[in-house]
């Protein structure tokens, strides 16, 4: 289905329940495509063909939703690292080595995926 044109509105609304796991997941499934939650919840309704999702299949081990959060606490704690930085406070020892523990899992999940 192609973009409404302009005078044509998006005023009418489809509320769905989900549950907090699967909101986190439709969350994840957008992410992973550069897209957000309700941009890509329309497109899979209404789109004749479903966006293609990367592939999971080699590592069904990593849930999306781990993957996901593991990224944004890696970008906190980066946050925190460029702050520390900037205001040339030392950082703390065990940060540096937590953020790389936090990247090696996203870069394996990565490659795993692909």
Do not use: Y
């Not at 897209?35 to 004749?48: C, K």
Request: aromatic content about 4%; proline content about 6%.
């Amino acid at each position: 289905m192609a973009r409404p044109n302009k005078t044509e509105r998006r005023d009418q609304q489809l509320n769905l329940k989900l549950t907090v796991r699967e909101l986190a997941w439709l969350r994840a499934r957008a992410a992973s495509v550069g897209m957000r939650a309700v941009d890509f919840g329309r497109a899979q309704l209404l789109s004749d063909r479903p966006i293609k999702l990367p592939s999971r299949t080699s590592a069904p081990h990593l849930d999306p939703l781990f993957i996901a959060q593991m990224s944004r606490i890696g970008n906190n704690l980066n946050q925190i690292s460029r702050n520390f930085h900037r205001l040339q406070v030392p950082e703390p020892s065990e940060l540096r080595s937590l953020l790389e523990a936090i990247r090696e899992i996203i870069r394996k999940a990565s490659v795993d995926g692909a």
